[in-house]
């Protein structure tokens, strides 16, 4: 009985999405709850997993179309249905004007066992996002020792694996063979070799031209001491750990004192319009999250409402799910202010490309010790971190710019030991 696959509904907004990818091809296997197929809007990426087991029959939606939610994008003939089953003359007239293909089915795989090979198999459990990196890696998840919660496999057990590390003990060594088709991919690329494109990073590369020509950058930066909260959180971070199952990191002190902030100066609240500079009611904060192949700003809502604890569990499990590939578009939508943590990567000094639609990014630069003059002309040494920021000129002016930045730097040097969560 063929079953026809819809473009899922990513997200409450959203209205559409395009097929990044099939993973499949026609007349290959598919097993319940395996992925098939990628499909992305404009904010994310998410593989389909299949409703049923069967065969690969129709893939009725070719990669770069983009349809709307709802409309049919392939068919599956379910497992026990004959092979000469009618052609599904409905489901192709339920799908909007796109392109059909019926390639013949290729030749069973000898590498498969009742028509479903063991890669396959193994995949199942494991996150999308992660399965993904697996392939991109030619690695084999089957002879992988995980290293994440109850041995679950992690993005970094594959990217240990494909360089041979310990967590992929059994793991068959990395193949820098340059491809056939002369094409890498973005988690591995090969000298002498083209990346595609995909839909996530033709996103991101429209986006971010899109931003420079737009809204006229300007950037600036204070140095800020931040030894009296590097103690506090010190101080904090193993019962906060325990308690929440969550690390303690700076983020969520530096997010608190940003919303605090941007409550006393809204026009960094702000977006530009031919109509006017619109001032948003509520302060929803950006956290950008850097993924293997790709970059997203998931959204933790009215931030300004959440202590410092409230902050870290929510940006926590956003990142989490992140890294899972588990965020839908709601969970990317209605960012006002975005905060970058570039430090985490030794960054002391970055100058990031503003978000359309947003009136400021904020960075979070690496913390390092350094000998400062203190009161009294004494020379101590202290925890000393760089807070930068790029601001839409249309919007905002370097006084109120500086103002804000100012701001920011009193309140991240206000917090110290005697502050709770």
Same mark, same amino acid.
Request: hydrophobic share 45%; glycine share 8%.
């Given at each position: 009985?063929?079953?026809?696959?819809?473009?899922?509904? !990513?997200?409450?907004?959203?209205?559409?999405?395009?097929?990044?990818?099939?993973?499949?091809?026609?007349?290959?296997?598919?097993e319940?709850?395996?992925?098939?197929?990628?499909?992305?809007?404009?904010?994310?990426?998410?593989?389909?997993? /299949?409703?049923?087991? @069967?065969?690969?029959?129709?893939?009725?939606?070719?990669?770069?179309?983009?349809?709307?939610?709802?409309?049919?994008?392939?068919?599956?003939?379910?497992?026990?249905?004959?092979?000469?089953?009618?052609?599904?003359? *409905?489901?192709?007239?339920?799908?909007?004007?796109a392109?059909?293909?019926?390639?013949?089915?290729?030749?069973?795989?000898?590498?498969?066992?009742?028509?479903?090979?063991? /890669? *396959?198999?193994?995949?199942?459990?494991?996150?999308?996002?992660?399965?993904?990196? =697996?392939?991109?890696?030619?690695?084999?998840?089957?002879?992988?020792? @995980?290293?994440?919660?109850? @041995?679950?496999?992690? /993005?970094? *057990?594959?990217?240990?694996?494909?360089?041979?590390? =310990?967590?992929?003990?059994?793991?068959?060594?990395?193949?820098?063979?340059?491809?056939?088709?002369?094409?890498?991919?973005?988690? +591995?690329?090969?000298?002498?070799?083209?990346?595609?494109?995909?839909?996530?990073?033709?996103?991101? %590369?429209?986006? &971010?031209?899109?931003?420079?020509?737009?809204a006229?950058?300007?950037?600036?930066?204070?140095?800020?001491?931040?030894? +009296?909260?590097?103690?506090?959180?010190?101080?904090?971070?193993?019962?906060?750990?325990?308690?929440?199952?969550?690390?303690?990191?700076?983020?969520?002190?530096?997010?608190?004192a940003?919303?605090?902030?941007?409550?006393?100066y809204?026009? &960094?609240?702000?977006?530009? %319009?031919?109509?006017?500079?619109?001032?948003?009611?509520?302060?929803?904060?950006?956290? #950008?999250?850097? !993924?293997?192949?790709?970059?997203?700003?998931?959204?933790?809502?009215?931030?300004d409402?959440?202590?410092?604890?409230?902050?870290?569990?929510?940006?926590?499990?956003?990142?989490?799910? #992140?890294?899972?590939?588990?965020?839908? /578009?709601?969970?990317?939508?209605?960012?006002?202010?975005?905060?970058?943590?570039?430090?985490?990567?030794?960054?002391? &000094?970055?100058?990031?490309?503003?978000?359309?639609?947003? %009136?400021?990014?904020?960075?979070?630069?690496?913390?390092?010790?350094?000998?400062?003059?203190?009161?009294?002309?004494?020379?101590?040494?202290?925890?000393?971190?760089?807070?930068c920021?790029?601001?839409?000129?249309?919007?905002?002016?370097?006084?109120?710019?500086? #103002?804000?930045?100012?701001?920011?730097?009193?309140?991240?040097? #206000? &917090?110290g030991?005697?502050?709770?969560?």
């Amino acid at each position: 009985m063929p079953t026809t696959i819809k473009m899922p509904q !990513l997200g409450e907004t959203v209205t559409e999405g395009t097929v990044a990818q099939w993973l499949k091809k026609p007349g290959d296997r598919i097993e319940k709850y395996e992925a098939f197929v990628e499909v992305s809007t404009d904010k994310v990426n998410a593989e389909v997993p /299949a409703p049923v087991s @069967g065969i690969l029959r129709e893939i009725i939606v070719q990669e770069g179309e983009t349809v709307p939610t709802g409309a049919a994008i392939a068919v599956i003939e379910e497992a026990g249905a004959p092979a000469n089953a009618e052609p599904v003359a *409905d489901a192709i007239m339920a799908a909007p004007a796109a392109a059909v293909h019926t390639a013949a089915a290729p030749a069973a795989s000898a590498s498969k066992t009742n028509g479903v090979s063991r /890669a *396959d198999t193994s995949l199942r459990g494991v996150s999308p996002a992660v399965r993904k990196l =697996a392939r991109e890696h030619n690695v084999d998840v089957t002879r992988i020792r @995980g290293t994440g919660a109850n @041995g679950r496999i992690t /993005a970094q *057990d594959i990217l240990e694996a494909s360089r041979g590390g =310990a967590a992929a003990s059994a793991a068959p060594a990395r193949t820098q063979a340059v491809p056939s088709d002369g094409r890498s991919s973005y988690t +591995n690329p090969i000298p002498g070799t083209t990346i595609p494109l995909t839909q996530a990073r033709k996103i991101i %590369a429209q986006r &971010m031209v899109e931003s420079r020509h737009t809204a006229p950058h300007a950037w600036t930066m204070v140095e800020v001491d931040v030894s +009296n909260l590097w103690t506090w959180r010190t101080r904090e971070k193993d019962a906060f750990e325990r308690e929440n199952g969550q690390k303690l990191t700076l983020l969520p002190f530096f997010m608190r004192a940003v919303v605090g902030s941007l409550a006393a100066y809204p026009l &960094m609240n702000a977006s530009f %319009a031919d109509t006017g500079i619109k001032i948003h009611k509520d302060i929803n904060v950006s956290i #950008a999250v850097a !993924l293997p192949d790709n970059l997203i700003l998931p959204v933790v809502r009215n931030a300004d409402k959440l202590s410092v604890k409230g902050l870290a569990v929510a940006a926590g499990t956003l990142i989490d799910r #992140a890294r899972r590939g588990q965020l839908g /578009a709601d969970d990317l939508a209605g960012g006002t202010f975005t905060v970058n943590n570039t430090g985490a990567n030794g960054s002391i &000094m970055s100058a990031p490309i503003l978000p359309t639609g947003q %009136a400021g990014i904020i960075t979070m630069e690496a913390v390092v010790k350094r000998p400062v003059v203190v009161t009294g002309d004494a020379i101590a040494i202290r925890s000393i971190m760089n807070v930068c920021l790029s601001l839409d000129h249309r919007v905002v002016d370097g006084g109120i710019a500086s #103002a804000f930045l100012s701001d920011v730097k009193k309140r991240l040097e #206000a &917090m110290g030991p005697a502050g709770t969560l």
